[in-house]
């Protein structure tokens, strides 16, 4: 009943083994789409500069870690190629280590050590009310001293004989 047409893909092409080579094999890929590197840059939301520096594999112009696994990874989403595939030609080629698992968590790991006791950043907030205390203090005294209020106004009259 369903028909097979050889010009509809229904998954990821196949890298050939052939390319060893992982920006040509890009490039190459991009070609056949008739796409230059400006759409591919439109469309996967990284610059042209990257994009060129990854088929010409200068890594040094390249982000490190899964930042460049994810360019990686979305050109070879954008082009219909098995993205698997590509991360473990990035990997071959540069040795970053590719897992499936390496986002799961964002925060810190065991292995991390600080020489730096940790300090809070809310140890200036007391010092911060302690200002603003003051300042409305020294506003009040001011205040009672011009006469703008008195201190029955307030409901203070009990402080009236410390003035």
Do not use: H
Not at 82 to 96: F, I, M, N, S, V
Not at 127 to 133: A, F, G, K, N
């Amino acid at each position: 009943m369903t028909q097979e047409n050889p010009d509809v893909l229904e998954s990821p092409v196949a890298i050939q083994p052939e390319p060893d080579n992982l920006g040509s094999l890009l490039a190459m890929l991009r070609k056949k789409k008739g796409l230059s590197v400006a759409d591919v840059s439109n469309q996967i939301k990284f610059s042209a500069m990257q994009i060129t520096a990854l088929e010409c594999q200068d890594w040094s112009a390249l982000p490190q870690g899964f930042v460049l696994k994810g360019l990686v990874r979305k050109y070879g989403q954008m082009l219909g190629a098995d993205e698997q595939q590509l991360l473990d030609l990035l990997k071959r080629q540069t040795g970053a280590v590719v897992e499936r698992q390496e986002l799961k968590s964002l925060q810190s790991s065991a292995d991390f050590q600080s020489s730096e006791p940790y300090e809070s950043s809310r140890s200036g907030t007391g010092m911060w009310l302690l200002v603003i205390i003051l300042v409305i203090i020294v506003i009040a005294i001011y205040g009672y001293s011009r006469e703008w209020f008195t201190l029955e106004d307030i409901g203070l009259e009990g402080l009236k004989d410390l003035f």
